[in-house]
């Protein structure tokens, strides 16, 4: 028991984890800081690895993933990210899963998702193909590349990507945006602020395409706009200042280059990705799906539909939704089901029949889970989660030793519940003689 609770804690807890490559490898290991250096920015045909250090399936990809690399050294570049660490980069990419390989060819901004087999043969030979149809284009004339942007390059970005604020449009376009804002207070004499300038351009286009606009630069001339100058305590040039929406603007205090300032940007994004999605468990193949691809799932028993109503149901549903958002960057699974539905599940849980809601958190590789034992609430379930974050609380092998058969049922409507009629029941099946002869 104490050597599962020992890998789960290391496999929870992101800052003791280590990759799966090193540098004697011929894998190049991105993360946020070289990426954009290593991979947006140059000519090259890349394959990128998105996977996490306890996948079991990265695992046995890894010494395929490093031969296809030392055949491919000086032809094709070889990559990987661990988006367990780095869940900026998977986030950005849409990473929900391990691993998870990308093509990164002409437009690297658009890379196309890898479908072929995981063996050293078939990445080489997926490889030269996608090789062949970028030089192909290149010779038909079609460019792409890497949007020729180099630090420090001045003619790199579109000025337009950054928004001109004011005294009168700072409000309306920051404040009450949904979206995160990085905002640079500049004078327009100062030698920094000039800069900064190109830099800031540059990462203001590139964060603009990788975030989809969720995250936008914008400059304001604190010389002429003095008003948002005094209310931000701007006293040198330039300062950059952090807005998100409800919140007290922050400073930043990274890097003046192109490479910081999108590494942050993306940092922030990640802070504000979408949570993943909460899903009732209608068939084996969501349940199947869920808790293989993603590191725990955590599922909630509730109760019968006749025994909350809507409202009931609604209201946990929402403890979970906002739990899931709380804890979306461990790349968690979340599914629900209602007592009774799933009876194979509840039984190799050890739930069976009382005590709903509940809640586990399943661990498949390992087949191992975890019960919530404190109150199915904000607070309750923080505490079960932080617990099992930290490589504490009892935990167990799930029933059988593998995931149970799932009933394929229909969605819950949304609606409350309705007791059956008389007109429902059907007695036909029902010897009323030999009813009678029972109860005298």
Same mark, same amino acid.
């Given at each position: 028991? $104490? ?35 290593e991979v947006m920015q140059s000519d090259s045909l890349w394959l990128v690895e998105f996977y996490a250090p306890w996948c079991g399936h990265c695992k046995n990809l890894a010494p395929e993933w490093k031969k296809a690399a030392t055949a491919l050294k000086g032809i094709v570049k070889v990559g990987a990210v661990d988006a367990d660490q780095h869940n900026s980069l998977g986030g950005q990419y849409g990473v929900r899963g391990f691993p998870t390989i990308k ?154 280059? $192109? ?53 009931? $149901? ?127």
């Amino acid at each position: 028991m $104490r050597a599962f609770l020992g890998v789960l804690a290391c496999s929870l807890t992101v800052l003791s984890v280590h990759g799966l490559y090193s540098a004697s490898d011929d894998v190049v290991e991105l993360n946020p800081s070289n990426f954009n250096r290593e991979v947006m920015q140059s000519d090259s045909l890349w394959l990128v690895e998105f996977y996490a250090p306890w996948c079991g399936h990265c695992k046995n990809l890894a010494p395929e993933w490093k031969k296809a690399a030392t055949a491919l050294k000086g032809i094709v570049k070889v990559g990987a990210v661990d988006a367990d660490q780095h869940n900026s980069l998977g986030g950005q990419y849409g990473v929900r899963g391990f691993p998870t390989i990308k093509i990164f060819g002409a437009n690297k901004h658009k890379p196309e998702d890898y479908q072929g087999g995981r063996s050293s043969q078939a990445i080489v030979d997926s490889a030269l193909n996608a090789l062949r149809s970028l030089v192909k284009d290149r010779l038909g004339g079609k460019t792409g590349g890497s949007d020729s942007g180099r630090q420090s390059g001045g003619g790199a970005g579109n000025k337009k990507d950054v928004v001109e604020l004011t005294d009168d449009n700072f409000d309306s376009t920051v404040l009450d945006s949904g979206d995160v804002w990085m905002v640079e207070f500049f004078a327009p004499w100062c030698g920094h602020c000039k800069n900064l300038e190109p830099e800031w351009t540059a990462a203001a286009s590139e964060v603009k395409e990788q975030t989809k606009g969720k995250v936008k630069l914008g400059a304001v001339d604190a010389t002429v706009h003095q008003g948002l100058a005094s209310r931000y305590g701007i006293r040198g040039f330039p300062t950059i200042k952090i807005f998100r929406k409800g919140e007290e603007p922050e400073d930043y205090q990274g890097g003046r280059t $192109r490479t910081d300032i999108v590494a942050h940007a993306l940092d922030l994004y990640s802070d504000n990705i979408p949570p993943p999605e909460l899903r009732e468990i209608l068939s084996e193949d969501i349940l199947k799906k869920t808790c293989e691809d993603y590191q725990l799932c955590i599922i909630s028993v509730l109760p019968h539909i006749l025994d909350t109503g809507a409202s009931g $149901r609604n209201s946990y549903l929402e403890v979970m939704r906002t739990m899931a958002e709380k804890y979306k960057k461990k790349m968690w699974g979340w599914l629900w089901t209602e007592a009774g539905a799933q009876m194979e599940l509840e039984s190799s849980l050890g739930i069976g029949g009382f005590g709903y809601p509940a809640m586990a958190a399943i661990n498949a590789r390992k087949m191992k889970f975890a019960l919530l034992r404190g109150s199915f609430s904000e607070t309750g379930i923080h505490e079960f989660l932080r617990e099992l974050s930290v490589g504490r609380g009892s935990t167990a092998t799930v029933g059988g030793g593998a995931l149970p058969k799932i009933n394929t049922v229909e969605p819950w409507d949304g609606k409350d519940g309705v007791l059956p009629t008389e007109d429902d029941i059907d007695l036909s099946d029902v010897d009323l003689d030999e009813l009678e002869k029972t109860e005298l």
